[in-house]
Each structure stands twice: as structure tokens, then as C-alpha cells.
């Protein structure tokens, strides 16, 4: 795989969900570019669609999406699904494309698109608790992931391969323990052994949802050395999710800032946490000492001051720019005018009005 070919487009990408109290929108016009070989980290602080956007790109947005609102009992939100919502043009579920090695996903039928997860893109899921099955061993459910594409494989095949990349993850005694079910293993032995999963069925992109939340800190100090070895060692492109800048910053080649189901701006890592250019990535940047710190390191002065107020309910967002009721920039045209998502200068998009009039602080 060469690196720096486009691998992954997503085009004006919208992922909304029915609720009671009306669209979540999720995933709002989201359009992004992951190359092959590079690592994208994908930063926001929670409930702004990242994990949304992960199941949007893999196909499973909208069955998550029905099932919720199935699951509220309430007949009137899974109609809309079909018919929209009154009125508007507006409909839960994915819109835009996600176009992968060519292909636009969201068009494809449902057999061609399984046959693509877990074989050339894998997502490890936010959240340890319901990713491993508690009824199977942790070597059947790692042997699955090759199964399901290869029914040919020997039994004896199959099992060496599941140790060489249980191995590989670093799992302790690996060849002992495959044969034990989940419980007996720690939240970091377990995210190895989900990383191991992602990795067996040679898929060009991994999809890293919160990999390190929930671990303690030496745990995911650990993680994200597998990470990088996963990252130096495959030929894979990473998309590394996190609401922690630190964990960004450790392993990112570029990174989008995600604010409101937007992608508000998407630049090269040094760009990023150095020279941050749009308001709320300014902003975050001081909520941060990890990054703080890497500052003080670069013989910059950094500030740890946060950003006021809270994100917006996503039933409910701010007209014109969402980040307006917090933005101490904001001029009249931010609570009129949804800004564009613009290339201001080559591989640097941004979604501000103000843009070039906003000094460094
Ligand atoms: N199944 C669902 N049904 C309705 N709303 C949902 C569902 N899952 C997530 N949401 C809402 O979508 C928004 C984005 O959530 P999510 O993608 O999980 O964000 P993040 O991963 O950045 O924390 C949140 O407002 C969340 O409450
Ligand atoms: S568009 Fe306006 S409100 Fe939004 S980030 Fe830029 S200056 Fe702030
Ligand atoms: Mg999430």
C-alpha cells in the first residue's frame, strides 16, 4: 500500500437519529479524507458524533439508529425512518457518501458490505463492556473474525494464526489462555485481544473507537504502545477516536476536530496542537495540561483556561455556526450563517466565518 493515495472519502456525510424529542443529528455534513498508511485521530469532547460517525462509515449507523428508536416503544419514530419528518426533507439515518477504495458504501447491498467489515475495515468499539461475547473463548471469537471470511481454512491454520496475532497484541501466555472466556481477562487484555480481532482479517483501515477510556493510566499507556506498533508494523491506515487530546497526540499523522456533528477543522497534527486556527480548537487546546505541557516543551507559553459554557444538546442545535454562544469571536453572520467547510490553505480545512482575521493568542 502506498502511502498518501485517498483510501477513505466521506462527502457531505449526515448520520441522524429519531428521538422523542426530535432529529439528533449526529453526524452533520461531515466530509473528511483518510490516506492509506496515515493514522487520522478524530477529537471531540463527548456526545459530539464521533462514535456516530464510526458506525455511519462502517454500515451500522442505521440499524443502531432503529433499534433505538424501536426500542423506545414509540411506532411514530420508526415511521419516520421512511417518511421523514413532516414537513421537511429531513430523515433519520445516513445521507452523503462514504466512498472506500472506490466504493461508495452506503450503496452497496447488504452481502457486499458484510463481506468489507471485519475484512477491510475493522472497527474496535467504544466501550469493553458488550465487545467480547462472555459465552465463547477468547481464541473462538478471535478465530471468528477469520472464519466468517475463509470457510476454507484448516483447523490447524486457524489456530496459529489466532496465537500469532494474539501474540503480536502481547497478550501474557496467549497459548494457554485462548481457550478461556472473556471474564478471566483484565480491560487492557482485553482491548489487546480486540485489537488482535481487528488486525486478523488484513483489513486496509482500523477504526479505533476510545480504545484507552475506561483503563487505568498505565493500562493505556500500554494500549497505545500496541497501537503504535500497529501503526509502524501493518500496512494499515488508523482512525483513532478519542475525547482525550493526549491520546491524539501521541499517534496522530492528522487530526479532525469534531464539535456538534461537525467537523469544524482537520489539519496535520503539528498544525493542530501547535497553531490551532479555529475557535473551538483553540479552545480545547487549553483544556488540556497533556498538551500544555508538549507546548511548554516547543517554547510556547500555554494557558490552561478551557472553554465556557457546554455543548450543544444536538435536538436542539444554535443556529448559524453551533459554536456561537460559546465563541468569543462571534460576529452577527455566526448566528445567521452555517460556515462553509473550506481548504484555506493545502490540507488545512476550517469551518469559521472569520477565518484569517483570528490572532494566535
Ligand atoms: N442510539 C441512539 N439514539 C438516539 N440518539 C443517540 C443514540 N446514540 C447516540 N445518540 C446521541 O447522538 C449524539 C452523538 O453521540 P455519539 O456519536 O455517541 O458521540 P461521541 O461518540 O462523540 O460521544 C449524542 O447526542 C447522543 O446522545
Ligand atoms: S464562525 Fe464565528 S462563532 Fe463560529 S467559530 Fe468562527 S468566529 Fe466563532
Ligand atoms: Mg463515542
Excluded at 433519520?92 to 475495515?121: H, M, N, Y
Excluded at 473462538?140 to 494464526?161: C, F, G, M, P, Y
Excluded at 480481532?197 to 486496509?204: Q, T
Amino acid at each position: 500500500m502506498t502511502k498518501g493515495d485517498p483510501l477513505l472519502v466521506l462527502k457531505n456525510l449526515k448520520a441522524y437519529y429519531a428521538s422523542k424529542k426530535g432529529l439528533v443529528r449526529a453526524v452533520d455534513d461531515v466530509s473528511l479524507e483518510i490516506r492509506e498508511g496515515e493514522c487520522v485521530g478524530l477529537l471531540g469532547e463527548s456526545g459530539s458524533g464521533k462514535s456516530s460517525m464510526a458506525l455511519a462509515i462502517i454500515g451500522l449507523f442505521e440499524k443502531m439508529a432503529r433499534f433505538s428508536a424501536g426500542a423506545s416503544n414509540d411506532p411514530e419514530l420508526l415511521k419516520t425512518f421512511d417518511k421523514g419528518i413532516r414537513g421537511t426533507q429531513e430523515r433519520p439515518g445516513v445521507q452523503g457518501s462514504v466512498v472506500f477504495r472506490g466504493k461508495d458504501l452506503t450503496k452497496l447491498p447488504s452481502d457486499e458490505l458484510v463481506a468489507i467489515r471485519g475484512r477491510e475495515i475493522s472497527l474496535i468499539p467504544q466501550g469493553l463492556g458488550h465487545a467480547l461475547n462472555p459465552q465463547h473463548s477468547i481464541g473462538h471469537q478471535t478465530a471468528e473474525s477469520v472464519e466468517v471470511h475463509d470457510e476454507n481454512i484448516r483447523l490447524l491454520e486457524l489456530k496459529r494464526k489466532v496465537l500469532e496475532y494474539l501474540g503480536l497484541v502481547q497478550l501474557a501466555d496467549a497459548n494457554l489462555r485462548f481457550v478461556l472466556d472473556p471474564g478471566s481477562f483484565s480491560g487492557g487484555e482485553s482491548q489487546r485481544i480486540l485489537i488482535a480481532m481487528a488486525l486478523i482479517g488484513g483489513p486496509y483501515l482500523v477504526i479505533a473507537d476510545e480504545p484507552t477510556t475506561a483503563l487505568d493510566v498505565t493500562v493505556q499507556a500500554q494500549i497505545i504502545n500496541v497501537l503504535k506498533m500497529v501503526r509502524d508494523e501493518f500496512d494499515v491506515s488508523l482512525l483513532l477516536i478519542s475525547h482525550d487530546a493526549g491520546v491524539i497526540a501521541e499517534m496522530a499523522d492528522r487530526v479532525a476536530i469534531m464539535y456538534a456533528g461537525k467537523v469544524v477543522e482537520y489539519a496535520n497534527a503539528v498544525k493542530i496542537f501547535h497553531e490551532p486556527q479555529h475557535p473551538y480548537t483553540m479552545g480545547l487546546m487549553t483544556s488540556f495540561p497533556t498538551i500544555a505541557m508538549m507546548q511548554m516543551r516547543a517554547g510556547k507559553k500555554p494557558r490552561l483556561r478551557g472553554i465556557p459554557g457546554d455543548p450543544p444538546d444536538l435536538c436542539d442545535i444554535p443556529s448559524g455556526c453551533p459554536f456561537h454562544p460559546r465563541c468569543r469571536y462571534a460576529v452577527d453572520i455566526c448566528l445567521e450563517a452555517v460556515p462553509e467547510y473550506r481548504e484555506v490553505e493545502p490540507d488545512h480545512f476550517i469551518r469559521c466565518h472569520r477565518w484569517g482575521e483570528i490572532e494566535q493568542e
